[in-house]
């Protein structure tokens, strides 16, 4: 089980000014210095020093901090043995990310008990995609070895009965979840079936040694999501030898399919992220200013906390080092997984009369060691450590 602790260091000022910092502009991806006031939970107005009235809670910034939309974690995992010890205000709030997404922990015979005693409790800060697999994640693996008990009809109304908390259908495809690899198609025609039946959801898939991949990727349409696109094992690797986009992966991107870390504890090589960047780059694909392909999560689970994949600053952290420019890194976090969740512009773009929902983070020149999934060492030297969240009308300090 999960556990939730108590959120403490929070006040709730009726009007709010975040002063002497800089702010992140979503629309155009860039980062300037002005002040940022907040009042009765909306933003109120942005712009270089605001006047300051005598009741106003002033948050003096220094001048490298930046505020951003509120951090938003695609894929974690908070239920079942993946979720065991969890603690999503520790883990997830206190690292600057004001929603998490848990990629499928649950499915339709578990949601309810997931729903009743965590996310019902975070009020709004942690949502779920729904798995294809009734017990969701509950056996570790092997859960679509059988499909007797799958059901694309009661998948679909649970997510249509709970439209704010589900936004996604999960699957794992791969030689861990299914007795053979027709029986994981299947299992993936289904998900993609729960899914349409559902209202037009997108689809997550995880990948992972030894995956069809190039039946995976043709069977997905725009706004489905491939997890740990970056993984690197000998039967799983979306780049060909010369480090190119295979034919397949190209076309699917180009249709509008998503590409998200999930670094996790096999989802992350740093040689491969730094490969797949630059394939992506050298394919053109970023020219549509309003189509980017990356989130950047975790796959945050007990296996994968301590070590290597920690926290969502830290992974965020390991894009930067390998050539991410902070604003790409902070849109991969915020915009693009709102996009992919397909939230409301006001998530996201931070314009006056928008409820306020902001992370604020210090730029962070030390040095930081790394380690990936594949146990590669490399050093980064910008962090962006969160201080502060404000969400649902609260201030909370995280560095306090
Ligand atoms: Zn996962």
């Known amino acids: 089980m999960a556990i939730i602790s108590p959120i403490t260091n929070a006040t709730t000022p009726t009007t709010l000014i975040f002063k002497g910092g800089r702010v992140y502009d979503a629309k155009a991806n860039k980062i300037e210095t002005m002040d940022l006031k907040i009042q009765n939970g909306k933003i109120a107005a942005k712009g270089k020093n605001l006047e300051v009235a005598r009741t106003d809670t002033v948050r003096m910034l220094n001048e490298n901090d930046i505020v951003t939309p509120g951090g938003i974690d695609l894929h974690t995992h908070y239920f079942g043995c993946w979720g065991n010890k969890m603690d999503p205000i520790a883990h997830g709030l206190y690292k600057g990310v004001t929603l998490q ?9 578990t949601f309810e008990d997931f729903n009743k005693y965590t996310l019902k409790n975070m009020n709004g800060m942690l949502i779920a995609m729904l798995n294809i697999s009734p017990a969701g994640l509950a056996q570790q693996t092997g859960e679509n070895w059988f499909l007797t008990n799958h059901s694309v009809q009661k998948t679909a109304e649970l997510a249509i009965a709970n439209p704010d908390t589900i936004k996604i259908i999960k699957i794992r495809n791969g030689p861990t979840q299914n007795a053979t690899e027709e029986i994981g198609i299947r299992a993936l025609e289904m998900a993609k079936e729960a899914a349409r039946l559902a209202g037009g959801l997108p689809v997550m898939v995880h990948i992972e040694d030894g995956s069809p991949l190039e039946k995976i990727f043709n069977m997905l349409d725009a706004d489905d999501i491939v997890t740990h696109a970056f993984r690197k094992n000998p039967n799983c690797n979306i780049l060909d030898e010369g480090n190119r986009l295979k034919p397949f992966v190209l076309s699917a991107l180009q249709r509008g399919v ?7 504890y096999g989802g992350f090589d740093k040689d491969n992220v730094l490969a797949g960047m630059g394939a992506i780059v050298a394919a053109e694909l970023l020219s549509n200013a309003n189509y980017r392909p990356f989130t950047t999560s975790t796959d945050l689970h007990c296996f994968s906390l301590e070590t290597p994949a920690k926290s969502l600053p830290d ?17 991969s976090i915020t915009r693009y997984p709102a996009e992919a969740l397909r939230l409301p512009e006001s998530r996201w773009r931070m314009d006056i009369g928008d409820e306020a929902n902001l992370t604020v983070w210090e730029h962070d020149f030390s040095v930081h ?4 999934s594949n146990q590669n060492q490399w050093n980064g030297n910008e962090m962006l450590n969160p201080t502060v969240v404000y969400v649902n009308k609260q201030l909370i300090d995280i560095a306090a």
């Not at 997404?101 to 339709?108: F, L």
């Not at 998503?258 to 996790?264: A, C, L, P, Q």
């Not at 992974?315 to 849109?331: C, P, R, Y």
């Open 101 to 109: 997404v848990d990629a499928g922990s649950s499915g339709m015979s």
């Open 369 to 372: 060691p790394f380690v990936d």
């Open 315 to 331: 992974v965020v952290a390991k894009m930067i080092s390998l050539g991410m420019t902070k604003e790409d890194a902070i849109a």
């Open 258 to 264: 998503r590409f998200d870390i999930g670094h996790g």
